[in-house]
Structure formats: structure tokens, C-alpha cells
């Protein structure tokens, strides 16, 4: 009987330092999956070489700042053509899959924590930003934001945190959001499920102008949670003596007047005054680029987004360094 | 609470624990409070249906052990009628009440059904099963009643095999119960094993098939022929590696604690006709149905001609797909699992016959490997009922694989054009099914674990982290429970 029980405390002791050093093992392999080899965001790893590269200026935005027409010479993003405009400074661009200024407040808050912070953002607004599909679940950058707020260690253990369900990153379930209201001006005139649909989608006429109203035509106000984002950015920035040089980026206005009429005009005029408006109580210039550009410009113009072809990113490296840099 | 969820990764550890550290006799009463934790975390009130069952099922077995006669058939059918008019309710009522209407409508009579918002308690299906084959046995006098309650409420609610099975038989898992299980190192490192094995199947190889077997199966009129078999294809890979993964971790638990749950696959896919498969795949459900309802049936009278038995298969196996779910697929599955059984049964001599013409039976090999190939097809074509919405999806689906199969052999290019309208991300998935396919043809000659034992303690250690690995960063981030816990 004692011999069974020496055994078994034996066995136990050897299986649970057997336990440990496996564990061990698996913090590192995994460190070195997710840094080296599969880096899940490796946008965070950028923010730090700009920090050590003690990069002046940080330029924020989604897939517009980088997207390259399938037509155009030369494929530069914005900042490597602002960089050739202005050489004697170094920008550095940091982007994500949708404008969202939320995920921008985030990563603001991550440079912040650097220890060599810019001297100046750039912050693109983008009017599209405001519909009702930023609300949705592929729009809330849960995982991006996790990397943002988390130690560079858990980060590594993002990707079994998500599997295992340790960590929610489907903050927003479709069958909420697609009972959100959408309105043409301030009239309700449907939910969100009317109008995005992930399983549908079609190219006819009446689809494209449902997107281009779902998109563009609704009425916002100062409360909106992105301008409340863009107010934090701001605020954020004075207080840590970075300048903010914001714009609004173009969108293809000639495209929504033909699908919804001249309302498109109005109402996205309108959203445009209120953004500048909120800048303005802030002492911040607002380089309302907006309805700059007509639609050959852009590269795509059936779905409503806002890339723009070689010649529209010129345009925007050559305003932002008239309007703010050349200052 | 479910296997592939971090707070299974805590809580089973930390039960384990306990459960070496105090003495034998509270070991029961702490696997049945984390059993009832298990099972709370899901939808905390249907704790009290498992209760009712448990409390029925236990006072009837000992009222059935004392009777004889018509009173012991009485109990027997009482425990029958609570057991099915519980599953009944919960998981047929609105189905029963919807064909009523379609019915009714039919015969121009005015009836609006009655459909009640229920949700199955998980696992209804397979703990009613275990507490039904306990009373069964009891009633037959092939097993004893168990006298301590704690330890047959253990018995239905014991939370590795609670809400998926395997669906466990009285004379294999109680006795367990009262025997003594110290902590021993192999018995965990293989329980270990076991769940490695298990979360590598489900979380890596899918729940990555899911992902493209959903996008073709949600939209089928999207996509056609060669797309649609190859997907028939990859789901019945699916489904197994979703429920003999849970099956593993489930045994591989159990294991740990020192318990042996019946086994519930044995490659199934190897088999060489479907009455073969029937034995190898979801054994413990088949076995089920095989002692209480399909010998029952072929035994109720003294004559045992061949309609009484094709007719015992067919009604086994339409109840197989009826036990599957509620709905016009899950018995059609069934059904056409029992037509190509009593098919099986009526062509059995002819097709021996025509591998001696061919002489296909001197080649023993690869007279296997085709029927292999052709069993795992006509299961895959019947595993479209299974998985399709509907039953014209099915038939579509179905249909359309027949044709697609054709185009297969027209060359290289349309299985290109597959990969292209798939979006399938080769440099993942063509490894992953080829790692799993190498696991089991080693499965099949040698055993998996026994070849990983014999292997030295390096290399052994090296395939454990890189399984590790790979459900740690392979896996699929969105919700991706496992398929039979609805059942």
C-alpha cells in the first residue's frame, strides 16, 4: 500500500514537471508563430519602428491612403507620394480595413504610449464613415484593438484567446445590427438588414442606389460617436503638443448624384459642414476635400467607395502639402 | 459549457485535481456538482428536466427490480412514455404540429398549428437514451439496480459524455463508478493524448471545413456539379472529425479520471459496405437502437422471414434520422441509410459473384480499396440529407454531385476551377487533409498512439507541440459549436 502510494505521488510529481516544461514550451513556440512567423497585426510592429525611426508625421486611414488601381504607373500610396513632395520629412502611414475613427482613437493611444511620439497626424475624414454600416460586425476592430491595449505578450496568445472564446471578438451579432434604423435625412426609412446584407448582393441599379443612400444620406448630428472619437483624437493630440491636420477625402459625388439625384449634394454637404463644424471648435483648419474630385478619379465606380487612381492620390499628397505641411 | 472553450480548458483541470486530492467516497458527489456545472452554464433551468429524468428513471428501475408480472411491463412503459414524451415534446412537437398543418391544408380543413418557442436542452437525446437503456436492462434483469442515487444521477449526467455522448449502457459505466482510481501517469498521458487528438480534429480540420462546406451548402444554386460532390465530399470528412473529435475529448476526459467510455468510431471510412460502416460510425447510437429496437422488432414473432428483416432495418434507420432531429432531411438520411442496408442485404451474392467474373476477387487489395471508395461515396451522398436546409437542396446537392463526379474525370483543369471558385487556400488546407488522412491509413495498419509511443521521447514531444501549435493558430475564430451537441 505504500509502495502504491509512493508511486503515485511519484508519478504525480513527475507529470506535473513534465506539465510545466511542455507549457514552457508552448509559450515559445507560439511567441515565435506569432511574431515571426504568422504576426496576426503587424501594424503594431510598424507604430514601433516609426517610434525608434522617430518617424515626424503619422498618417491614418483605411485601404484609400494604399489602394492602387489596376491602371496606374505609378502604384505610390499617399505617404510615399507626400514623402517624395516634401523630403526633408518622414511620414510614416498606419491603416485598417474601413474608416473608423474608433480604431484610429485606439491607435492614437498606443503612439501616445511610445517614447518618441510624432510631431503631427494626419486624419482623413471620410463622409461614408458615417453610415450605418460602420455598425456593423466586420467594422468594430475587436481584434485590432485587442492588440492595441493588451501587453506584447497576451498579443501572441490572440488567435487561441479567439478560438478557445476567451475573448469576444464578435462584439456585434449581424441579427442586432441588421434591426439598426437607417434613415434618408432625419425619415426612417428601413433597417440596416434592408439594405447590407452579406448573403445578397447585386449590381442592379436599385442595389446601388440602396447602398449609395444606406452609405452617404443619412442625417448626423455632433453626437455621433465617430466626431465624439475625432473630438478624443483631438484633444488627445493638444495635449501632447501633436499637431492634427485633418481633411475630408474625397467621395464620388458624380456617382451618388446619379443614383439618388442632387439630395446626394445636400445631404452629404450638409454631414460635411457638421465635421468642420466640430473642428472648428476646436481651432482646427478643415481641408474639406470632399467634392474635389469627379468620378474619374476614382477607381471603382459602381460600389460606393472611395479608392482613388493615381491621379486622385496625387491630388490629395499635393493638397494636404499645400494646406498643411507648406505652412 | 463546451469542449472547445476556454473555460473547459480551466475547468477540467481544475476538477481533475480535486478529484485525486480527496478521498474515494466524495469523488462522486464532485463529479456529479461539476457535472451539473457543466451542463448550468449552457442554459441553467433545463438542469431540472435532467433532474426529473434522473429522479423518474431511478424510482421506476427499483419499483421494476421488486414487481413481476404486468406491473414491472407497466413501469417499464411508464419510464418509456416519460423518457419519449419528454424528447418528444421538446425536440418533435413543432415539427409534428407543422406537418399537421401542411396536412390539414391539404384536406382544405381549417387548423392553424400550435408552435411553442422551445429550445432542446442540450444532450436530450443522448442522456434519455442512457437513462433508457439503464431501465431496459433493469426490466430485462440483466442488470441490477444501482441503490445509491448520487451514483446513477452520475451515471446520465457524468459531463464528458453528457451532452454528445457516447451514449453509455449500464453494465459498462457504473460499475466504474464504485471502483478506485488513483492517479496514473499513463492513464493521463494517454487521456491527454486522446484530447489532443480530439481538439486537433475539431478545431483544425473541421471547423476549416466548415468554412467552405457552409458557403457551398447555404447557397447550392450558386454553385454546381464538380463544387458540390467535392464539398459532399469534404463535409463527410467534416462530420467526422467534428464528432469523433468530441467523442475523443470525451473518452480522453473520462480517461483522466480513471473512467473507460465505450468507444463510439473505429475508421469508419475504411469500411467495405455500409452495414460494415453502421458498425464502425457512431457505434454507441447504432448499438442502441440495434439491442432495444431493431432485434425487438425482428424477434417479435416466432417466423423471421426476409421482409421482417428488411423492414426491422428500415424502421431502425428511419428512426436513426428522426433521432438526428426534427426534420424531413434528417429522416430521409435515414431512410436512405436503410435502403442501401436491405440493398446491401439483396445484392450481397450477385456482387460476389461479379468480382469472381471480373476477377477482381484475386486481387484482394484492390478489390478492397474500391469498395472502400465506393462505400465512403454513397455515404457521402447520404450525408447530403444530413446537411442540406431542405429537401430540395438535398435532392439538388445530390443530383448535381452524381454529375459533378463525371466531370471529375474530364481532367486536372476542373479541379482547378474547383480550388478557384472555392477560394480555397491551398497552402492550409490540402496539408491539413493530407496530415489527417496519413493519421488514419497509420490508425488503420498500427494504431495512431501506440506508433506515437513507440517513438522516442523527442520526437513524440516535437508532434505534441506542433499539434499544440496548430489548433492554437489554425482553428476558425467565429462560432463553430460542435454538430451532434444539438442533438
Known amino acids: 500500500m505504500k509502495r502504491l502510494l509512493f508511486m503515485s505521488v511519484f508519478n504525480m510529481k513527475k507529470f506535473f514537471y513534465q506539465l510545466i516544461i511542455f507549457i514552457a514550451l508552448i509559450v515559445i513556440g507560439q511567441t515565435i508563430v506569432a511574431r515571426y512567423i504568422t504576426p496576426y497585426y503587424p501594424e503594431r510592429l510598424l507604430l514601433d519602428k516609426y517610434s525608434r525611426d522617430k518617424t515626424r508625421i503619422i498618417y491614418f486611414g483605411d485601404s484609400v491612403i494604399k489602394y492602387a488601381g489596376p491602371d496606374d504607373k505609378d502604384k505610390s500610396t499617399i505617404a510615399e507620394m507626400l514623402s517624395r513632395i516634401n523630403p526633408t520629412t518622414t511620414i510614416g502611414d498606419i491603416s485598417h480595413g474601413g474608416y473608423y475613427l474608433k480604431i484610429d482613437e485606439e491607435v492614437f493611444k498606443y503612439i501616445l504610449k511610445s517614447p518618441n511620439k510624432p510631431e503631427a497626424i494626419i486624419l482623413p475624414i471620410n463622409l461614408h464613415s458615417f453610415s450605418p454600416g460602420v455598425k456593423g460586425p466586420g467594422y468594430q476592430f475587436e481584434k485590432e484593438i485587442f492588440y492595441l491595449r493588451m501587453p506584447r505578450l497576451v498579443t501572441y496568445f490572440y488567435k487561441p484567446l479567439a478560438i478557445f472564446k476567451a475573448i469576444n471578438i464578435n462584439t456585434v451579432k449581424y441579427s442586432d445590427y441588421s434591426q439598426l434604423p437607417v434613415y434618408y435625412g432625419k425619415e426612417k426609412i428601413g433597417v440596416a438588414g434592408d439594405f447590407d446584407n452579406p448573403y445578397v448582393y447585386s449590381s442592379d441599379t436599385e442595389s446601388v442606389r440602396k447602398l449609395y443612400v444606406f452609405t452617404f444620406m443619412q442625417d448626423i448630428d455632433k453626437s455621433h460617436e465617430q466626431l465624439k472619437s475625432l473630438n478624443n483624437i483631438i484633444d488627445l493630440a493638444n495635449k501632447s503638443d501633436i499637431k492634427s491636420y485633418v481633411y475630408l477625402t474625397p467621395i464620388n459625388f458624380d456617382e451618388g448624384v446619379k443614383y439618388v439625384g442632387l439630395d446626394f449634394i445636400k445631404q452629404t454637404t450638409a454631414n460635411a459642414e457638421v465635421v468642420c463644424s466640430v473642428l472648428k471648435e476646436k481651432n482646427i483648419p478643415c481641408l474639406n476635400l470632399a467634392f474635389s474630385l469627379d468620378s474619374g478619379y476614382f477607381a471603382s465606380p459602381i460600389y460606393p467607395n472611395e479608392h482613388v487612381n493615381e491621379k486622385g492620390r496625387k491630388f490629395i499628397a499635393e493638397q494636404i502639402t499645400k494646406f498643411f505641411l507648406n505652412k | 459549457m463546451l469542449f472547445n472553450s476556454i473555460a473547459f480548458i480551466i475547468f477540467l483541470p481544475i476538477v481533475a485535481c480535486l478529484y485525486f486530492l480527496i478521498p474515494h467516497r466524495y469523488r462522486t458527489l464532485l463529479l456529479l456538482i461539476a457535472s451539473g456545472y457543466f451542463y448550468i452554464v449552457f442554459v441553467p433551468k433545463y438542469i431540472f428536466i435532467l433532474l426529473f429524468l434522473i429522479t423518474a428513471d431511478y424510482f421506476l428501475a427499483q419499483f421494476i427490480e421488486k414487481e413481476t408480472g404486468r406491473k414491472r411491463k407497466l413501469l417499464l412503459l411508464a419510464s418509456i412514455l416519460i423518457s419519449i414524451g419528454t424528447l418528444g415534446f421538446f425536440k418533435y412537437f413543432n415539427f409534428f404540429s407543422e406537418n399537421v398543418a401542411v396536412l390539414t391544408n391539404f384536406l382544405n380543413w381549417n387548423y392553424s398549428p400550435a408552435i411553442l418557442s422551445l429550445i432542446l436542452p442540450l444532450g436530450l437525446s443522448f442522456h434519455i437514451f442512457t437513462s433508457l437503456s439503464y431501465v431496459i436492462e433493469v426490466y430485462r434483469g440483466k442488470y441490477k439496480p444501482e441503490k445509491n442515487f448520487l451514483t446513477y444521477a452520475l451515471y446520465v449526467s457524468f459531463f464528458p459524455k453528457l451532452v454528445a455522448g457516447p451514449i453509455e449502457r449500464p453494465y459498462n459505466l457504473l460499475p466504474q463508478f464504485h471502483e478506485m482510481h488513483d492517479f496514473d501517469y499513463d492513464r493521463i498521458t494517454a487521456g491527454l493524448q486522446r484530447i489532443l487528438w480530439g481538439f486537433f480534429k475539431k478545431i483544425v480540420i473541421a471547423d476549416n471545413l466548415a468554412l467552405y462546406v457552409n458557403q457551398i451548402y447555404n447557397q447550392p444554386h450558386e454553385y454546381s456539379g464538380i463544387v458540390l460532390a467535392v464539398a459532399t465530399a469534404l463535409f463527410a470528412f467534416q462530420l467526422y472529425c467534428d464528432f469523433s473529435g468530441y467523442t475523443d475529448i470525451a473518452i480522453g476526459s473520462a480517461q483522466i479520471f480513471g473512467f473507460k467510455l465505450m468507444e463510439n468510431f473505429n475508421l469508419p471510412y475504411f469500411s467495405v459496405s455500409i452495414a460494415e460502416f453502421w458498425r464502425r460510425w457512431h457505434i454507441s447510437l447504432s448499438s442502441w437502437l440495434s439491442d432495444y429496437v431493431y432485434y425487438p422488432l425482428v424477434l417479435s414473432s416466432k417466423r423471421i422471414g426476409r421482409i ?35 440493398f446491401g442485404q439483396i445484392t450481397k451474392n450477385w456482387r460476389q459473384r461479379l468480382a469472381q467474373i471480373t476477377g477482381l476477387s484475386q486481387w ?124
Open chain 2, 308 to 342: 421482417k428483416i428488411y423492414w426491422a432495418l428500415f424502421v431502425t434507420f428511419v428512426l436513426i434520422g428522426l433521432w438526428h432531429g426534427a426534420n424531413w432531411t434528417f429522416i430521409a438520411f435515414g431512410a436512405v441509410q436503410g435502403i442501401y442496408l436491405i
Open chain 2, 364 to 487: 484482394p487489395r484492390l478489390y478492397r480499396v474500391l469498395q472502400t471508395v465506393i462505400t465512403f461515396s454513397l455515404i457521402s451522398l447520404g450525408f447530403v440529407f444530413f446537411r442540406a436546409n431542405t429537401l430540395s437542396d438535398a435532392y439538388f446537392i445530390a443530383t448535381s454531385s452524381l454529375f459533378g463526379l463525371a466531370s471529375l474525370i474530364k481532367g486536372p483543369e476542373a479541379l482547378m476551377l474547383l480550388f478557384q471558385r472555392m477560394g480555397v487556400d491551398r497552402s492550409i488546407f490540402l496539408p491539413i487533409i493530407a496530415i489527417f488522412i496519413i493519421a488514419e491509413v497509420i490508425d488503420f495498419r498500427r494504431g495512431l498512439f501506440a506508433t506515437i509511443n513507440s517513438q522516442r521521447i523527442w520526437i513524440r514531444w516535437f508532434i505534441y507541440i506542433v499539434a499544440v501549435l496548430a489548433i492554437m493558430n489554425l482553428g476558425v475564430t467565429f462560432e463553430a459549436p460542435f454538430i451532434y451537441v444539438r442533438f
